[in-house]
């Protein structure tokens, strides 16, 4: 949506906000740095997808256990940089505001890297319940 955002307002800048789901869709990215359009991507970067709800669905005659929650600490500021656009890292609140800007200032496709705290999700209640 951000390339399309992009392409029909040219002249505005397009922020996009991702979580863990950037991995699915990491490759959109090479896509704007051919064309060399300026989107600014932001991506909150946990270790861990939400067990919250894994864990809620177990029922007690098994075993408490999460599957593929854990993530790597990958560097989506490296991919950009290695398909030709600006990537950052950012591990302070204090350090986004410079980042974006710098981002912005690039001209090029960018991600900026935001490593993020993980909390628990809250619980998620039974259908019906409300």
Known sequence: ???????????????????????????????????????????????SLERGDQLQIQTTTVPIRTVGCELAPSRYDQLAAALGAHGEHVERADDLEPALDRALRSGLPAIINVAIEGLAAPPTPPPGSH
């Open 1 to 47: 949506m951000a390339i399309a955002a992009r392409l029909r307002q040219s002249r505005r800048p397009v922020l996009a906000c991702w979580a863990t789901a950037l991995r699915l869709h990491a490759f959109e990215l090479d896509t704007a740095a051919r064309y060399r359009l300026p989107i600014v991507t932001v991506i909150g970067k946990r270790r």
